[in-house]
Structure formats: C-alpha cells, structure tokens
C-alpha cells in the first residue's frame, strides 16, 4: 500500500450557505472558467458537475463540485 500523500478535494473547507459562481468554481477545481463553460454546452454531454441557473446567473453548489471532482479519481 502506497504511503504517498494524494490530496484529495474533501480537504477544501466550504462556505457554511451559498452557491459558487463559475469563478469559485474553477477556482475550487483547478480549470479555467472557460473550461466550465465548455462543459456546460450541449455538445459535451454532461461532462462537467452539475450546476443551477438562478435567473441568468450560473452558480454551482459546492458540494456537487466535490462529488463531480470525486467521480473522476482514476485509480
């Protein structure tokens, strides 16, 4: 069993209430806004983590962030 330290995403404290917006979260996972916006047109399917329209504003609950980052472990 490997004794290397691999940091993982649930180390990341989160804000007690609210929503990220896609800023926070590119921060929170280590890509480009831009890159969230490609994750979220059509043509990719649903690659990217969830995220909520409130009104025209994209905002993304962090722990949906977490859970998306976890999916991806590759072993």
Known sequence: MSTAHRPHAHHVTLPATG???PRQAAE???VSVHT????RRR???GIG???RLHGRHVRYDP????EWS???VVA
């Open 49 to 51: 983590p969830r995220y």
């Open 43 to 45: 043509d990719y399917d």
């Open 63 to 66: 722990r949906d962030l977490l």
């Open 28 to 30: 929170l996972l280590g």
């Open 36 to 39: 969230l916006e490609k994750w």
């Open 19 to 21: 929503y990220y917006t």
């Open 70 to 72: 976890e999916s991806r």
